[in-house]
């Protein structure tokens, strides 16, 4: 049995839950290191299994002028080194297809973003590095869609497929926004 396929059954078989956590950018090495070390002391604490997540690349933010991160080369190595120094798995996302397959030579999960959970070539592109895919609902997302998108995974020959909630939007305004 593959590594991918052994974290997938682990996570799975947790109890009471796993934990996937972690900044939701990498601002650089020492703060992401750090906060690793934070979170896998608390998690080994209560008896939680822990999946580091941060992003090298936030590409959906609002304005263009929020910071993004480092980029995909000097962020994975980041994640790596947190992979290494603290025996954790990884997640972190893509945004396109051809950022999979280097993404998922680090990363033990690859995460699709909300806003993106429904692009077919994307979804393909991260099944068929073997990795786990975990995929974001949409806000703008009914629950049963993600379905298909995880049918996508799995058509694509990767039965490891995770959905988490992002949210539900409630209207226009980012202020009805109920996220979990």
Same mark, same amino acid.
Request: glycine share 6%; hydrophobic share 40%.
């Given at each position: 049995?593959?590594?991918?396929?052994?974290?997938?059954?682990?996570?799975?078989?947790?109890?009471?839950?796993?934990?996937?956590?972690?900044?939701?950018?990498?601002?650089?090495?020492?703060?992401?290191?750090?906060?690793?070390?934070?979170?896998? *002391?608390?998690?080994?604490?209560?008896?939680?299994?822990?999946?580091?997540?941060?992003?090298?690349?936030?590409?959906?933010?609002?304005?263009?002028?929020?910071?993004?991160?480092?980029?995909?080369?000097?962020?994975?190595?980041?994640?790596?080194?947190?992979?290494?120094?603290?025996?954790?798995?990884?997640?972190?996302?893509?945004?396109?297809?051809?950022?999979?397959?280097?993404?998922?030579?680090?990363?033990?999960?690859?995460?699709?973003?909300?806003?993106?959970?429904?692009?077919?070539?994307?979804?393909?592109?991260?099944?068929?590095?073997?990795?786990?895919?975990?995929?974001?609902?949409?806000?703008?997302?009914?629950? *049963?869609?993600?379905?298909?998108?995880?049918?996508?995974?799995?058509?694509?020959?990767?039965?490891?497929?995770?959905?988490?909630?992002?949210?539900?939007?409630?209207?226009?305004?980012? *202020?009805?926004?109920? *996220?979990?």
């Amino acid at each position: 049995m593959d590594s991918s396929t052994l974290l997938f059954n682990s996570l799975k078989a947790s109890e009471p839950f796993f934990l996937l956590a972690g900044p939701n950018v990498i601002e650089s090495e020492e703060h992401i290191l750090r906060m690793a070390k934070h979170l896998k *002391s608390i998690t080994s604490k209560v008896g939680l299994p822990l999946v580091f997540k941060s992003s090298f690349d936030k590409a959906n933010r609002t304005s263009s002028k929020s910071f993004r991160g480092p980029g995909m080369e000097e962020g994975l190595k980041i994640l790596e080194k947190v992979k290494i120094s603290y025996d954790i798995p990884v997640v972190t996302d893509v945004h396109e297809a051809s950022q999979c397959e280097p993404v998922g030579r680090i990363a033990d999960i690859i995460q699709i973003p909300a806003f993106l959970c429904r692009q077919t070539d994307l979804l393909v592109a991260a099944a068929k590095t073997g990795k786990i895919v975990n995929i974001k609902k949409g806000q703008f997302c009914a629950p *049963s869609v993600m379905a298909n998108s995880a049918e996508k995974i799995r058509l694509a020959g990767n039965q490891n497929v995770m959905v988490c909630e992002r949210g539900t939007m409630f209207g226009y305004s980012k *202020s009805f926004c109920i *996220s979990f």
